[in-house]
């Protein structure tokens, strides 16, 4: 039977503040931030060898912060190479963010932008409806491959784009999340099925099917889930909505589902209890795949 609950992706407002909140209250740009500094060059540096210029895609790029961390990054170790960028995001919002966000930071000359306010597959569709030949160096989607039918499908594509020694980089949840225990006790409940609920072990297991040579880093993030457990806090409100992909979770569901959703965000196997907080265990991994031939 269809859940009653309506999607968060119903309300594009009501998402957005919901995913703010998420950011909020979640280290993962921090731990990305780290990736970005400490091992994206090394990562890279095969790629860049040679070049002076490089073809980006980033797929679910949301308002951008990421990415141009990851673009300034590589142009501070390779001040000569240009950068064509298409940027690949649907909601409208975070687009026009992003578009704000260049145009408010300097030093950008070196990369060419190109915006796509579309999905990941209407990009896909695009790109073989124009019998695009150009080959692409770095291709990023990181937690994203929740909103697309086919996650392998997605990959294969975006794969098969690579340029020889180009990267893929991905990230999603790992099996051992607390916040994908939530998803996979209450798929039926919560998400309305349309979040692909897809872990890397998932991706990790068609890579290896297909002799396919990747990296895995992993992120132990967590997310500050103290709020959600005061009744009536906005802000705990919020961060429900987005953690069930539920919009008003807490108004519309039922009592018992609520209940045993709380329970089971707040048990050992989910979270841990530090300094007066609730930390959500939102264990990631960044899988690399490397484009040899």
């Not at 989607?141 to 929740?146: K, V």
Request: hydrophobic share 35%; glycine share 6%; charged share 25%.
């Amino acid at each position: 039977m269809a859940s009653p609950l309506k999607s968060l992706l119903s309300d594009s407002c009501r998402y957005l503040k919901s995913f703010q909140m998420y950011l909020e209250r979640c280290n993962e740009h921090r731990l990305m931030q780290d990736f970005i500094n400490n091992q994206l060059p090394n990562i890279l540096s095969r790629t860049v060898r040679g070049k002076s210029h490089l073809n980006v895609i980033g797929v679910g790029s949301g308002s951008g912060e990421i990415d141009l961390k990851m673009l300034s990054a590589l142009h501070l170790k390779n001040p000569h190479i240009t950068v064509d960028n298409e940027v690949v995001e649907l909601n409208p919002q975070q687009l026009s963010d992003f578009r704000d966000l260049v145009s408010l930071t300097p030093g950008l000359d070196y990369i060419r932008f190109h915006w796509y306010e579309m999905t990941a597959e209407e990009f896909e569709e695009q790109w073989k409806e124009k019998k695009m030949t150009k080959k692409v160096d770095l291709i990023h989607m990181f937690q994203m491959l929740y909103y697309v039918r086919d996650a392998g499908a997605t990959i294969s594509f975006f794969q098969s784009l690579l340029n020889r020694n180009g990267k893929l980089l991905f990230t999603l949840l790992s099996e051992n999340s607390g916040w994908a225990k939530l998803w996979q006790t209450h798929s039926y409940q919560v998400c309305n099925k349309e979040i692909n609920q897809v872990s890397t072990n998932d991706i990790k297991g068609l890579l290896d099917s297909k002799g396919l040579s990747y990296q895995g880093f992993a992120l132990p993030c967590q997310i500050d889930i103290t709020e959600c457990f005061t009744e009536g806090d906005e802000n705990g409100e919020l961060l429900l909505d987005f953690l069930t992909h539920v919009l008003h979770f807490s108004k519309s569901a039922p009592p018992e589902l609520k209940t045993e959703v709380m329970e089971l965000l707040r048990h050992p196997d989910c979270s841990m209890e530090s300094d007066g907080k609730i930390m959500l265990k939102h264990d990631c991994e960044l899988v690399v795949i490397d484009q040899h031939s």
